[in-house]
């Protein structure tokens, strides 16, 4: 199970230290997310709509199906609206330049950056036209 910080809008003071727990499931339904966030089910459809990240599969019974990163930005969704009060409009901000910001940390990771890219693919017909003719002589060895 992974712990995630929670805090219950009632009373945030004291609680501010908890931790909820996500069961370690596939998918869960809309009520178990609810359940899990302490909200109710319509402010789960509510946020569909207002953070594009937040979009659970639906089953072939039309059953909203959250996997487990969709329970955890739910989490953070609460986090920032009721413990930081932002405003929807904040935390979505937010939540798109949180996205953006991880991006650096995956090139440092050995992802190209697009220079490097644009270097590897750059227009070299020399190089195109040795390549077509190695794989010409292979299909005449072939046929």
């Known amino acids: 199970m992974i712990r995630v910080p929670m805090a219950v809008p009632e009373n945030t003071a004291e609680l501010e230290g908890t931790t909820q727990e996500i069961p370690d499931k596939l998918y869960f339904r809309i ?3 609810a359940r899990l966030a302490g909200i109710k089910p319509y402010v789960l459809r509510f ?3 207002e953070f594009p990240a937040l979009g659970p599969r639906k089953s072939g019974t039309g ?3 959250y996997r487990r990163k969709d329970v955890e ?3 953070e969704i609460k986090r920032l609206l009721y413990e930081k009060r932002f ?5 979505r901000k937010f939540l798109d330049t949180r996205g953006k ?3 650096p940390a995956a090139q ?4 190209p950056k697009k220079s490097q890219q644009a270097a590897l693919f750059s227009d ?3 190089m195109l036209d040795a390549i077509r003719k190695e794989l010409r002589a292979l299909l005449d060895v072939l046929k």
């Open 124 to 126: 070299d017909s020399s």
């Open 63 to 65: 059953h909203r199906l």
């Open 31 to 33: 009520g178990e997310v």
């Open 108 to 111: 440092k990771a050995g992802k």
């Open 101 to 103: 910001t991880d991006a």
């Open 73 to 75: 930005l739910v989490l």
């Open 47 to 49: 946020w569909e709509t």
């Open 87 to 91: 405003t929807i409009e904040g935390a």
